[in-house]
Structures are given as structure tokens and as C-alpha cells.
């Protein structure tokens, strides 16, 4: 709930407050001007209603009544104020504890991510894994060719420099349909 909305149910309930104050104090007024009117009748057995004094209190009577409506529909109106406040106030308390618990998944969520991301990249990983596993086992295997026709080849130039002979290169014989004959010479 915001600040705002405390504020105004709190100056809301203010004024309804001032009001029942006043409708209070008007109902005593009125409780009194009922009595007076009451004992006055009772004391005075004759009591033969005077015209202007009758019709001033006639007129004070109904201003009463008057204002007594007014503040009766004030009193409504803020109630009908308090009344849609409450309902803002219990829609705002749903979206809060809807949003509070959406905001504590989330929260899960992301204490999770790390995890899903490892499990993700591990997945991904283990191919990748096998294929430079499978390239350097086929490396270690292509090296050891290469130490072994290094080392052949070094015996064989070894042995052709201690027998003194240089003999040419030549080229490989070509056969009768144009390929190159792969027999030694």
C-alpha cells in the first residue's frame, strides 16, 4: 500500500470522524430542543402555542433538519468513500501478495540458474569433450606415424650416406594408362 493511499484513508477517516462529531452534537441539539419543547408543553397546562414564536421555531426546526440531511449525506458519501477505499485496499493486498509470491519464485529461479547453466553447458560440453578426446588420440597416433617414418627415413639417409653413393632422384614410373605406379623401384 502506498503512502498516498495512507494518507487519504487516514484524512478520510478524519472527516468521517468530524462528522459523526457533528451529527453527534446536532442529534444532542435536537435531543435537547425536543426536551425543552416537552417540558415547556408539560409545565404549561395552557400552553397555546404562539404563531411567531411557532413558526420560528418552525423555521429553526426544519434549518435543523436540513443541515441534519446535509450531513447525513455527507456521512454517506464518505462512507461510500471508505467503502471503495477498502475495496482498493483488499485489491491492493491481493496484487501484493500475488506479486510477493511471484517475486519469491522468481527469486527461486535465479538461485537456480547457475545450476541449470553448469547442467546446460555440461550437456553441451560432453560432445565437444569426445570429439578433442577422438582428435587427439587421432594426434598422439598421426605423431607416433610421423616419429616412425622420421626415424625409418633417418636410417635409410644414415645407411645411403655411410655406403658413399649419391644416387639421383628419380621419378616415379609412369605405367601405360597415365598412373603412377606405386611398386617400388
Not at 113 to 131: C, D, G, H, T
Amino acid at each position: 500500500m502506498s503512502q498516498t493511499d495512507r494518507d487519504t484513508i487516514q484524512t478520510l477517516s478524519v472527516e468521517a470522524s468530524k462528522l459523526r462529531q457533528e451529527l453527534q452534537l446536532r442529534d444532542q441539539l435536537v435531543q435537547q430542543l425536543s426536551q425543552e419543547l416537552f417540558r415547556l408543553v408539560k409545565g404549561n397546562a395552557n400552553f397555546m402555542p404562539q404563531p411567531e414564536v411557532s413558526d420560528r421555531h418552525t423555521s429553526q426546526l426544519q434549518a435543523l433538519r436540513e443541515q441534519l440531511l446535509a450531513v447525513e449525506e455527507q456521512v454517506m458519501f464518505y462512507q461510500e468513500q471508505m467503502t471503495t477505499r477498502d475495496t482498493e485496499i483488499y485489491q491492493l493486498r491481493q496484487t501484493v501478495q500475488e506479486l510477493s509470491d511471484r517475486s519469491r519464485m522468481l527469486e527461486q529461479v535465479v538461485q537456480e540458474l547457475p545450476q541449470i547453466y553448469r547442467r546446460k553447458f555440461e550437456e553441451r560440453m560432453a560432445p565437444v569433450r569426445e570429439k578433442v578426446a577422438t582428435l587427439q588420440r587421432e594426434n598422439r597416433k598421426l605423431q607416433a606415424e610421423l616419429q616412425s617414418v622420421s626415424y625409418r627415413l633417418a636410417l635409410k639417409t644414415r645407411n645411403a650416406s655411410h655406403s658413399g653413393i649419391d644416387l639421383p632422384n628419380f621419378s616415379p614410373p609412369v605405367s601405360p594408362s597415365g598412373n603412377v605406379s606405386t611398386t617400388p623401384v
